[in-house]
């Protein structure tokens, strides 16, 4: 196994925002009349806002117009921009900091491969938005997770081939595109929910590059 990159997902990888975005779903479905609860949350996480909406939409049966549809996307942003007012630092995941310090003193390259269009801004929140070299996001692509475009133009930007990265991901639909896209996955979060990933870890913290490596062995 050659390892010549790592790939991270942004919400529920690097920083702790993934219970924003539910909030601020939990506010629209509210609006709409229905409770939104963390199972449904969970076929959401990592594909983007319109894909969210429509799919939270079929689930709770509601038809709405496009017009209707781009205002509903509009105020999620607003709720979920205002509780960024609260993000900083603190809010970088367990292990996150080591591991990209590993990373570089390795010169294994990284990059971002998120579904948001707020990503920049919240890596500019945390501070790490140097760390990467190459930040794909919710603005560069033209199709969603699970198709591997995201991960596919940061691979590209890197000058690696998938099977010399790994993604790292918290979501079903972000592993798949990791894997139909040919890269290594190591999961964020529970067996249970991230069936696919190759290894998963609750949090990376205490967690090495090395284990990693040993893990995808
Ligand atoms: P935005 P990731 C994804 O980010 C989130 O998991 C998902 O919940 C969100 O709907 C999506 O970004 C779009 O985000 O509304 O900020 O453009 O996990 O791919 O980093
Ligand atoms: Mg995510």
Not at 6 to 18: E, K, M
Not at 43 to 70: P, V, W, Y
Not at 210 to 215: C, E, F, V
Request: negative net charge; contains cysteine.
């Amino acid at each position: 196994m050659n390892i010549k990159a790592c790939i991270f997902d942004l919400d529920g990888v690097i920083v702790d925002t993934a219970v924003y975005h539910f909030k601020a779903w939990q506010g629209i479905a509210s609006s709409l009349g229905f409770d939104f609860t963390h199972d449904m949350n969970e076929k959401l996480k990592g594909i983007s806002r319109i894909d969210s909406l429509n799919m939270m939409l079929n689930m709770a049966n509601i038809h709405k117009t496009d017009q209707e549809k781009d205002e509903l996307c509009k105020v999620k942003n607003t709720y979920y921009q205002d509780s960024l007012n609260n993000i900083n630092e603190s809010a970088i995941l367990p292990g996150i900091t080591q591991l990209l310090e590993t990373l570089e003193s390795r010169r294994i390259k990284i990059a971002l491969g998120s579904a948001s269009k707020n990503a920049i801004k919240v890596l500019e929140l945390i501070g790490l938005k140097e760390n990467f070299e190459i930040i794909v996001d919710g603005n560069g692509v033209t199709r969603s997770k699970p198709d591997p475009e995201v991960f596919l133009n940061g691979a590209e930007g890197l000058g690696v081939q998938p099977n010399e990265s790994i993604v790292f991901e918290d979501s079903l639909k972000g592993l798949e595109a990791a894997i139909s896209g040919g890269f290594r996955t190591v999961g964020i979060g529970t067996a249970e929910n991230l069936p696919l990933a190759e290894v998963v870890y609750g949090n990376l913290s205490g967690i090495t590059f090395d284990d990693i490596l040993a893990a995808l062995n």
